[in-house]
């Protein structure tokens, strides 16, 4: 209770310019919802079970979404409108948060579909055994990708969304911020390292979220998690291969890993510049991003280690393939918010 406490005076602050007043902070043992405002008790409940087994990033969202109400109620004096009204629709698309009243997973159009099966057939090939042919198809789904995104979403759709990848850590490594470098730079995504608390342990870490295109969340995901268990499985034939016997020089490769990989991507995206297909950013994204985190800035990072180990392994990583095809691109993902 004492972390979300602090979790909400910090979203007054920053979210709610401080306009909201403390209500009482509560769990429930009902299973009927995971958050919900209670105008006339002044209460802000939670479910137990949600609370302290999802993901603390899901816990603050339902919190924001929870604190969207009282922001309605009682900064606005709004009280003649249903829960999920204009007002409060309009104050959550202001505030980059959830609206919907259960949190439905948004639905991609059939069009994104069509695309993402596209790009996940080519993805698919890229387990050819042939290089060169292997080499094509990623090629060819780099391309689609960035012409997916030359084509804006219809007026009016809300077509972004936000994603955590991985577990949250107590401390972010240089490989992994590299990857995350390579998201933001390749694939069409904004991404920030938020703070999230590990209620089993009692601490706080960090995880990686990412805001884009639903589709492009799927490719990104996909992505993220094909060069971490690559990245492993290069140090670990590395290992074998030179005798190493120990993992202390494990973080410099994969961090070469990452660079090698980047470094491909980079002169793919100039060789088709340079055939006239050019990589056009999502410009409504840097909005959502900025109502989501509007005291933040975008992930960056420069500057890379010169040792021989760095050097291998970003040898390695030039060397890499996407090999799987992403899946699951319109599964559901769970009910998110209560009322």
């Known amino acids: 209770m004492r972390e979300l406490a602090a979790e909400w ?3 007054n ?3 709610f310019r401080s306009r909201l007043q403390p209500p009482v902070l509560g769990l429930s043992d009902a299973s009927s919802f995971l958050g919900r405002w209670q105008l006339g008790a002044r209460a802000l409940e939670f479910s137990r079970t949600f609370v302290t087994s999802q993901p603390w990033t899901l816990v603050i969202e339902v ?7 009282q922001f309605v109620h009682e900064a606005l004096g709004v009280l003649d409108e249903t829960a999920h009204g204009a007002t409060f629709q309009r104050v959550c698309r202001e505030l980059g948060i959830d609206g919907r009243a259960q949190g439905l997973p948004y639905a991609p159009s059939d069009e994104e579909m069509r695309v993402v099966e596209r790009i996940a057939k080519l993805l698919a090939l890229a387990e050819s055994p042939n290089v060169h042919e292997a080499e094509a198809a990623m090629v060819a789904a780099q391309r ?3 012409k997916h995104n030359l084509t804006p979403p219809p007026a009016g759709e809300t077509s972004h969304g936000h994603r955590h990848l991985g577990a949250p850590t107590g401390r972010v490594y240089e490989a992994e911020r590299m990857l995350a470098a390579i998201l933001v730079s390749h694939f069409f995504v904004e991404a920030i390292w938020v703070s999230a608390y590990r209620p ?3 601490k706080r870490g960090s995880v990686l979220e990412i805001c884009g295109r639903q589709a492009n969340l799927d490719i990104a995901e996909y992505v993220h998690g094909f060069l971490r268990g690559t990245s492993e499985r290069l ?3 590395h290992k074998r291969a ?3 016997r120990s993992d202390r020089e494990r973080r410099v490769y994969l961090a070469g890993v990452m660079a090698g990989f980047g470094s491909k991507l980079a002169r793919e995206e100039k060789r088709a510049a340079g055939e006239g297909l050019v990589w056009v950013k999502d410009g409504n994204l840097g909005d959502y991003f900025k109502k989501r985190h509007p005291h933040v800035r975008h992930v960056r990072y420069s500057g890379e280690r010169r040792s021989g180990t760095f050097s291998e392994g970003k040898k390695a990583g030039e060397r890499i393939i996407l090999r799987k095809a992403v899946e699951g691109a319109a599964s559901n993902r769970g009910r998110l918010l209560g009322r």
Request: glycine share 8%; charged share 20%.
């Open 235 to 237: 140090w670990a034939e």
């Open 13 to 15: 602050v920053s979210r």
């Open 9 to 11: 005076h910090l979203l």
């Open 63 to 69: 919190l924001k979404h929870e604190m969207a109400h």
């Open 144 to 146: 689609l990708i960035a």
């Open 200 to 202: 089993a342990d009692g």
């Open 242 to 244: 030179t005798g190493l």
